[in-house]
């Protein structure tokens, strides 16, 4: 959306009424409800001897955090609903990634492989799934697979990195106690899974290109010169992973944010996996909160391992880009 009225609009709700503090500590009980739902799913499967599917675990959870904070319902109560929602935020990041042969020539307005037919009727199952929160789905959109593909990061990292997961399990058992759920009120009092958190988000910044913005005049920029009108697309990934910047920047070391004041809030650019300035992510309060609360239990509540027969270095790392870059 561009930065038009209706967006100022747009963000001013949001940072009013949605994600401000005092809104997000007024209904959190709503969230922490979810965290037990979670529990008892992850619970479930350790007892009878099944695999856990993160990403769809951590999708279910995070569905049903949205719908309860924002609307005061449950879109993840039937399974039914939460599946088909998934498969159409797939759908729509499956067709942000195709490329549109028809964008190379606008003035023909050429459609030639059905990209853009094909999210019409995308957006439209979105619109009769929601029909009475219409305005609420670009929310949905942007916060589901963000937060899902994180969680999914985080722990795949965590399990080829055994050491960090034993420091962050000693953490929360000294913080939070055996048997105790993760509170979100808690994060601030858990540097290491704060670190864990940051330290996924540089190693895979779920929207790398960000929103791309445009050059309202020719502007200069280390010698570069950026002409009036063009198109920017500024690359979080790379950014997270420059060499000049981070010391072993392939490596995932939480570590390295223990004794940093460097945040996730736009104002440190060698880390801005939710972006910054005006177009920063909103949902960032809400994000963060979610995020830290579903770890720490993941974490906290269960011993993890890999499905039988996956080895170790088999643990496929790949990254796919879609709109968002997802776990391949
Ligand atoms: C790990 C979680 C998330 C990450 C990493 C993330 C990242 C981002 C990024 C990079 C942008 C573009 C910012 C820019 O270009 O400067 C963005 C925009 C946006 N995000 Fe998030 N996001 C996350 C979760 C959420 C959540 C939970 C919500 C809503 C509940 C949300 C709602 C939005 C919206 C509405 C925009 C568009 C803002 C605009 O057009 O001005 N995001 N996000």
């Known amino acids: 959306m ?19 503090s005092h809104r997000l500590d007024a209904n959190q009980y709503l969230r922490r409800t979810k965290v037990e739902q979670l529990f008892a799913d992850v619970r479930h499967s350790s007892r009878v001897g099944e695999a856990v599917e993160i990403r769809r675990a951590a999708f279910k959870t995070t569905l049903s ?55 019409t009727i995308h957006l439209r199952k979105i619109m009769d799934l929601f029909d009475h929160v219409i305005d609420e789905r670009v929310l949905f959109i942007a916060a589901t697979e963000t937060t899902t593909s994180t969680i999914e990061w985080a722990m795949a990292e965590l399990l080829r990195n ?14 939070i106690g055996k048997g105790n759920l ?62 000049n910047f981070w010391e072993e920047p392939d490596l995932f070391r939480p570590e390295r944010f223990i004794r940093s004041e460097m945040d996730v809030k736009g104002n440190d650019f060698g880390l801005i996996p939710f972006g910054g300035g005006r177009r920063i992510c909103p949902g960032l309060p809400l994000a963060m909160r979610m995020l830290h609360s579903m770890l720490g239990t993941l974490i906290h509540s269960f011993d993890w391992e890999l499905e039988d027969g996956v080895a170790l270095e088999n643990l496929n790392m790949d990254e796919k880009f879609h709109f968002v870059l997802q776990k391949a």
């Not at 930065?3 to 009424?17: E, F, G, P, Q």
């Not at 020719?218 to 009108?229: A, L, M, R, T």
Request: charged content about 25%; glycine content about 4%; some cysteine.
């Open 182 to 243: 993760v509170e979100e009120s808690n994060f601030t009092c858990l540097p290491y899974l704060q670190a864990i958190v940051k330290e996924t988000l540089r190693l895979h910044p779920p929207a790398p290109f960000l929103i791309p913005r445009k050059a309202e005049a020719d502007i200069e920029v280390h010698n570069f010169v950026v002409p009036k009108g063009a198109q920017v697309f500024i690359n979080a990934w790379v950014i997270g992973r420059d060499p």
């Open 2 to 20: 561009p930065a038009s009225t209706t967006w100022r609009n747009y963000r001013k709700i949001c940072n009013l009424h949605i994600f401000a």
């Open 65 to 119: 955090f949205m719908s309860n904070t924002i609307f005061s319902i449950d879109l993840s109560d039937s399974s039914q609903t939460s599946e088909e929602f998934r498969e159409i935020v797939q759908g729509i990041l499956e067709e942000l990634r195709k490329p549109n042969f028809g964008d190379y020539f606008p003035i023909a307005n050429l459609d030639l492989q059905g990209n853009r037919r094909r999210m």
């Open 162 to 175: 055994p050491q960090a997961l034993l420091e962050a399990r000693r953490e929360l058992k000294q913080i």
